[in-house]
């Protein structure tokens, strides 16, 4: 049986598998099934103990005896259905995970052999958690550790993965919340709007960084320093079609792997979050952001995670987009050498902008790049290399939104 970490898969050896979850205390658990763009194709993919059963998936109480269960038949997963999120929450409203870290056992379904098991580390204010994936992978079944946490419980989860939350209508006495869809028997406690993640917006900041001397790719590759700016234009014309951020890194000492994340944040004009896209969620923005999957050890030489960003798909309310690289497993940069990224012309592979991180910091999070939509359309490329105390995406949406 393998003891799984942050980041860590295996394959799955048979098709019919179950994920129990368990913790000191009552959890409700739950499963959707995702299509490649990390959605629920209706509410009907969302699994769960008033609805038990899906196309493959299915809800196994344990009766307030026995851990509650996810249960997966890969072999009968509908087509286009690409990944299965296990999740949980504590039964008790607002309770939030610190100190009652639940434990997920992946089990051969037929034998009730364990396989695996992970136990998300470190845990404060998460009221609702992703615990495992189930996912398709060049035709085969894995199971990867996730442990992603969420400050606003189960509507949180619910909404980020597309099932529809109803906004309760506004009244002068407390009312029951309505149910999502108003389908017979949902549960209630998924009805209520999720809390936003992050506080209000700062107020709008100067788009591109200030200074003259600002250079664009007529000349060929750009070589960034840090904080230096280049314009995507080329021959007088902005650069809009499909690009590609490679992000690399190798270990500073040899046989030692590390598992980074690369990841990209997309923000509004008023620094306001909109999605980000990780090994979690591969794809953002209606598929104008696509993320390769992820890399668990830096190994190899060329690009260990890509994202490709359509240019020129990028819907208008998206102006920013910062790049950045966690340790999930909370190694120090300070242990990373030849970390870089380097944008890449899709349509040619011809490397446009790089930018090497010469620096390291003893974090386990760094904000690589940004691209900024310009008001003339063009979009302008700025090395950062800023360290950030983050092992997730979710912990960075802050301090980049400050760079800006």
């Known amino acids: 049986m393998t003891a799984m970490t ?14 129990d979850v368990a913790a000191p205390v009552r959890l409700d658990v739950s499963g959707l099934l995702l299509t490649a763009d990390g959605k629920v194709r209706s509410d009907d993919d969302f699994i769960f103990y008033n609805q038990p059963a899906g196309p493959g998936v299915s809800y196994r109480s344990g009766g307030g005896t026995a851990p509650d269960a996810i249960v997966v038949d890969t072999s ?33 379904a037929g034998s009730g052999g364990a396989l695996a098991t992970f136990t998300p580390p470190r845990l404060g204010a998460e009221t609702a958690l992703v615990i495992v994936e189930i996912y398709l992978r060049n035709g085969a079944w894995k199971v990867r550790a996730v442990g992603q946490g969420y400050a606003n419980g189960l509507a949180g989860i619910a909404t980020d993965f597309g099932v529809s939350v109803e906004e309760p209508a506004p009244a002068a006495a407390p009312a029951p919340p309505a149910p999502v869809h108003a389908r017979a028997g949902a549960d209630p406690r998924i009805a209520a709007p999720p809390v936003p993640a992050t506080p209000p917006a700062a107020p709008p900041a100067p788009a591109a960084a200030p200074g003259s001397g600002k250079i664009n790719l007529d000349k060929g590759k750009v070589s960034l320093q840090k904080n230096q700016t280049v314009s995507l234009v080329k021959g007088g014309r ?19 792997d590390i598992d980074l994340d690369a990841s990209v944040i997309a923000y509004g004009p ?17 598929g104008a952001i696509k993320h390769s999957g992820d890399n668990l050890t830096g190994e190899g ?15 208008a309310e998206a102006t920013g ?23 890449i012309d899709a349509a040619t592979d011809e490397e446009l902008v790089r930018f090497d991180l010469t620096s390291a910091e003893a974090q386990t999070g760094v904000m690589m790049a940004k691209l900024i939509r310009q008001f003339s359309g063009e979009w302008e490329m700025t090395g950062l290399g800023e360290f950030v105390k983050s092992r997730t ?7 980049a939104a400050k760079i800006l």
Request: hydrophobic share 40%; proline share 8%.
């Open 321 to 343: 987009l910062v790049f950045t690289v966690n340790s999930f497993t909370g190694q120090k940069f300070t242990e990373v050498a030849k970390a870089y990224c380097r944008l």
């Open 238 to 256: 902005p650069l809009l079609t499909q690009v590609k951020m490679g992000l690399g890194w190798e270990p500073a000492y040899r046989g030692k």
């Open 393 to 399: 995406v979710r912990g960075m949406v802050k301090p």
């Open 270 to 286: 008023n620094r306001n979050h909109l999605d980000s896209c990780y090994f979690g969620k591969l794809s953002i923005l209606n």
């Open 6 to 19: 942050p980041g860590s898969n295996i394959p799955l050896p048979t098709a019919h598998v179950s994920v």
């Open 76 to 108: 009968a997963v509908p087509a286009g259905i690409e990944k299965i999120v296990v999740t949980a929450s504590p039964d008790a409203a607002g309770q939030s995970f610190q100190g009652i870290e639940p434990t997920a056992t992946i089990r051969d």
């Open 301 to 315: 030489a060329g690009d260990d995670e890509v994202i490709v960003v359509d240019l020129g798909r990028i819907p």
